[in-house]
T-cell receptor, first 113, second 112 residues
Framework: DAGVIQSPRHEVTEMGQEVTLRCKPI?????LFWYRQTMMRGLELLIY????????DSGMPEDRFSAKMPNASFSTLKIQPSEPRDSAVYFC???????????FGNGTRLTVT | DAKTTQPTSMDCAEGRAANLPCNHS???????VYWYRQIHSQGPQYIIH???NNETNEMASLIITEDRKSSTLILPHATLRDTAVYYC?????????????FGKGTLLTVNP
């Protein structure tokens, strides 16, 4: 079991650029989550997918953020345009069912200069 | 709004049991208590969860008081690799049961 795989591990970009973060959930899991972690706000849920359908995107900060799940084995989180305040660690997690334990990837550390 | 209260930090000697407390006095009857930990530079890792009864797995034991207003996570023989932030989470029930709301957690430092 390879676990949840996220790429890239680190991303450094300039303000205004588009950033795409990628996630491969554990095979067979039908729930996928994107979280963001900062020192100030801790871990926050951004969006939740079930069976590839976005169910709750109330945590997405603003329209610059978008997430997709084109199939059961891949999801992306896009920020366009990026801003310095988007700097954070972004985690993807998956679970076999909505109320099952979540398995997290090791995150993407994003730095926007 | 985290529903739990945990100490900010704790220390434990290597080889000793680490007992991490958590208060969740407003927990509802069908809400589970979950524990996760986050080792530096890694994603949160699931440890254990329970509803009413005490639970044990290969990582830890979870003791929930009879009134369910508090719980204790026990690492029976702490090692240096157990140094991490430990999160106690009350998972919402019903339609929002997918939500895990993380608080600030307890930084456990295991000392040699």
């Amino acid at each position: 079991d390879a676990g949840v795989i996220q790429s890239p591990r680190h991303e450094v970009t300039e303000m205004g650029q588009e950033v795409t973060l990628r996630c491969k959930p554990i095979s067979g899991h039908n729930s996928l989550f994107w979280y963001r972690q900062t020192m100030m706000r801790g871990l926050e849920l951004l969006i939740y997918f079930n069976n590839n359908v976005p169910i709750d995107d109330s945590g997405m900060p603003e329209d610059r953020f978008s997430a997709k799940m084109p199939n059961a084995s891949f999801s992306t989180l896009k920020i366009q345009p990026s801003e310095p305040r988007d700097s954070a660690v972004y985690f993807c997690a998956s679970s076999s069912e909505a109320n099952s334990p979540l398995h997290f990837g090791n995150g993407t550390r994003l730095t926007v200069t | 709004d985290a529903k739990t209260t945990q100490p900010t930090s704790m220390d434990c000697a290597e080889g000793r049991a680490a007992n991490l407390p958590c208060n969740h006095s407003t927990i509802s009857g069908n809400e589970y208590v979950y524990w996760y930990r986050q080792i530096h530079s890694q994603g949160p890792q699931y440890i254990i969860h329970g509803l009413k009864n005490n639970e044990t797995n290969e990582m830890a034991s979870l003791i929930i008081t009879e009134d369910r207003k508090s719980s204790t996570l026990i690492l029976p023989h702490a090692t240096l690799r157990d140094t991490a932030v430990y999160y106690c989470i009350v998972r919402e029930s019903g339609g929002s049961n997918y939500k895990l709301t993380f608080g600030k957690g307890t930084l456990l430092t295991v000392n040699p």
